[in-house]
T-cell receptor, first 114, second 115 residues
Framework: AQSVTQPDIHITVSEGASLELRCNYS??????LFWYVQSPGQGLQLLLK????DTLVQGIKGFEAEFKRSQSSFNLRKPSVHWSDAAEYFC????????????WGLGTSLAVNP | NAGVTQTPKFQVLKTGQSMTLQCAQD?????MYWYRQDPGMGLRLIYY???????DKGEVPNGYNVSRLNKREFSLRLESAAPSQTSVYFC??????????????FGPGTRLLVL
């Protein structure tokens, strides 16, 4: 069965430091991958998505993610974190068995120290 | 363009009471979803609707019913609330291209406490 793993439950970084959030998926063919962000008390917002083509995708708020087929990964990165980036981050993959559904990781909680 | 709206924002129920959570989207999306979010469990799909007039069960449908009233609206009903249904409920709608979801857009959530 397809799955999405976010190995880090919680990460703390200092403001201005770089950030990488990990996401691994299990799926044989080319996956359709997403990163969402959830600020405290809010709904989820789409940061970026990968369907095909260039494996480095740019998103909103200065985030980018790189699809690496050999590592089954889709890690989210940001060169310099701002305090407002403190949030929960979710990785998801489109369900190959039902293309209308997404399979979600359990999320990574990001704290930013001033 | 409001996107996805949900009502109410907060609700407290007693065990056995019923309620309906309302969701509407103005993006002309075909697919709509209800999720619940619990600490440490991520997002779990309760029901979804691929188009007006159709609904399908997700991972955790027990204790819930849904209605796709029209293309814009998708409601979630708890007939007899239980403490285990204390959660944050999110409605979402998605763009889809020939039946393939491309992006999901979420409402702000309904925080439900069942005593």
């Amino acid at each position: 069965a397809q799955s999405v793993t976010q190995p880090d439950i919680h990460i703390t970084v200092s403001e201005g430091a770089s950030l990488e959030l990990r996401c691994n998926y299990s799926y044989g063919a080319t996956p359709y991958l997403f990163w969402y962000v959830q600020s405290p008390g809010q709904g989820l917002q789409l940061l970026l998505k990968y369907f095909s083509g260039d494996t480095l995708v740019q998103g909103i708020k200065g985030f980018e993610a790189e699809f690496k087929r050999s590592q089954s990964s889709f890690n989210l990165r940001k060169p310099s974190v701002h305090w407002s980036d403190a949030a929960e981050y979710f990785c998801a993959v489109r369900n190959a068995g039902n293309n209308r559904k997404l399979i979600w990781g359990l999320g990574t909680s990001l704290a930013v120290n001033p | 363009n409001a996107g996805v709206t949900q009502t109410p924002k907060f609700q407290v129920l007693k065990t056995g009471q019923s309620m309906t959570l309302q969701c509407a989207q103005d993006m002309n999306h075909n697919s709509m979803y209800w999720y619940r979010q619990d600490p440490g469990m991520g997002l779990r799909l309760i029901y979804y609707s691929a188009s007006e007039g159709t609904t399908d069960k997700g991972e955790v449908p027990n204790g819930y019913n849904v209605s796709r009233l029209n293309k814009r609206e998708f409601s979630l009903r708890l007939e007899s609330a239980a403490p285990s249904q204390t959660s944050v409920y999110f409605c979402a709608s998605s763009e889809d291209s020939r039946g393939l979801v491309t992006s999901q857009y979420f409402g702000p959530g309904t925080r439900l406490l069942v005593l």
